[in-house]
Structure formats: C-alpha cells, structure tokens
C-alpha cells in the first residue's frame, strides 16, 4: 500500500518561499511510469495542478505557475519536495501531494496540509 504524507510550515509570509516535501512509503518514487505531483486546492475553488516529476527525474510545471515553481526529489529519502517563490495570500491553500499512473488521474493522495499566506 503506498502512503504519502506532505510536510512543511503552515505559515508563510508573502514574498516568501513556500516549501513542501512529500514522503512515500509503500513504493519507490524512481519505478518506472510514476509521476509524483503537487495539487492545491484554494479557499472555495476547485483542485489545481502544480507540476510533477517523473519517476526519471523530470519536472514539468503548470504554465500559470511554471517562474515560481521548483519540484526535486531526494531518492535516498523517497522524498520530493514543492518550493514555490514570492508567494501572495492567493497562494494560501491546502496543498496535496499524489502518485499519477501513466496518463491517467491520480490514484494515491496524501492527507493534505493547509498552508496559509499572510504577514
């Protein structure tokens, strides 16, 4: 059974750097077709894709997001992690981090944690 558990601050300032680490148990983060992904979702709205990296290493970010964002992994650890730059109260979410099969939705999701921007 595969688990992720996201961890990080809970409080961010603006303008600051929000930064999450994601660690699995239950499956290696380097087996092959994985993409190990960041998800927020805001006050009120719907789920929004941040970016992956793959099981190979590579990373693709959401467009809307793509100067602010920066995912790595640490395959020691079995861990990847989220930073996102000059964060704005509208970055305030709870931001998930999931295990993505191929093309298909994501089939296993941390708990989630709230992260909330503000001075």
């Known amino acids: 059974q595969v688990q992720l558990q996201e961890s990080g601050p809970g409080l961010v300032k603006p303008s600051q750097t929000l930064s999450l680490t994601c660690t699995v148990s239950g499956g290696s983060i380097t087996t092959n077709s994985y993409y190990w992904s960041w998800i927020r979702q805001p006050p009120g709205k719907g789920l929004e894709w941040i970016g992956y990296i793959a099981y190979s290493g590579w990373t693709y970010s959401s467009p809307s997001l793509y100067s602010r964002t920066s995912i790595s992994r640490d395959t020691s650890k079995n861990q990847f992690t989220l930073q996102l730059s000059a964060v704005t109260p509208e970055d305030t979410a709870v931001y998930y981090c999931?295990?993505?099969?191929?093309?298909?939705?994501?089939?296993?999701w941390g708990q989630g944690t709230q992260v909330t921007v503000s001075s």
């Open positions: 999931a295990r993505v099969d191929g093309l298909g939705p994501p089939d296993y």
